[in-house]
């Protein structure tokens, strides 16, 4: 299965991204050999440092970083995919500034929805940042359905348990870009919840 051959945009509501920078995973995978699904925020300003674009893409680098600050011994993104970790972003086009509008978040929680709903044995949820608690928020709320993380600082979910239909969720730190070398007092914390989602799912 190619997750873009599943899920797709048609109508390029969201004013504040580069609809040019629209990317949907399209490796083809296993969906049931998927345990983990990460979610960060946005695609990246250039399609050569997405997930899947190779070992010199940005995405790339600092996620297998991540794992490995995890205690995971991973080299490339290929390995990371064998540990049963999904990676993808919250919204599907490269943002234009800094933030990303409360509007294009719930836009883009649409096909996120469809894209979850592709992992049937998904266990886990990784959201990295604000954005991608917000896509599961809204996702919740569309259905009727309890807000998954209160609205406060992250460090303030860290440890705690939540939920999101039958999924157990780690909100974290965002570990796609050159953020993640920058800030390096969260990577220690990106790496705790990744070794604990990991445990999670098994």
Same mark, same amino acid.
């Given at each position: 299965? /190619?997750? =873009? ?9 969201? @004013? ?19 345990? +983990? ?7 990246? #300003?250039? %399609? ?10 940005? $995405?790339?680098?600092?996620? +297998? ?9 991973? *080299?490339? &993104? ?8 999904? &990676? ?11 933030? +990303?509008?409360? *509007?294009?978040?719930? #836009? ?13 044995? @998904? ?13 599961? =928020? ?12 209160? #609205?406060?600082?992250?460090?303030? &979910?860290?440890?705690?348990? $939540?939920? $999101?239909?039958? &999924?157990?969720?780690?909100? *974290?730190?965002?570990?796609?870009? %050159?953020? $993640?070398?920058?800030? /390096? ?14 445990? +999670?799912?098994?």
């Amino acid at each position: 299965m /190619k997750v =873009n051959q599943c899920v797709a945009c048609t109508a390029f509501p969201c @004013a504040d991204v580069r609809h040019e920078g629209y990317l949907v995973p399209g490796i083809a995978l296993k969906p049931a050999q998927v345990s +983990v699904i990460l979610v960060s925020e946005a695609a990246p #300003a250039s %399609p050569a440092d997405y997930y899947y674009a190779g070992r010199g893409a940005l $995405f790339a680098q600092t996620t +297998v970083q991540a794992f490995n600050d995890a205690g995971l011994n991973v *080299s490339s &993104l290929p390995d990371v995919l064998r540990l049963g970790v999904y &990676l993808t972003t919250a919204v599907k086009c490269a943002k234009t500034g800094y933030g +990303v509008q409360a *509007s294009t978040i719930e #836009a883009c929680s649409r096909l996120l929805e469809m894209e979850l709903g592709l992992f049937p044995n @998904a266990k886990v949820l990784l959201l990295m940042g604000d954005v991608a608690i917000k896509a599961i =928020n809204a996702i919740a709320r569309r259905a009727g359905e309890p807000r998954v993380a209160p #609205a406060v600082s992250t460090y303030k &979910l860290r440890g705690q348990s $939540f939920y $999101f239909r039958g &999924l157990r969720v780690f909100p *974290s730190y965002l570990q796609a870009g %050159p953020s $993640f070398f920058i800030e /390096k007092s969260k990577r220690k914390m990106i790496a705790e919840d990744i070794a604990a989602a990991l445990r +999670v799912a098994g």
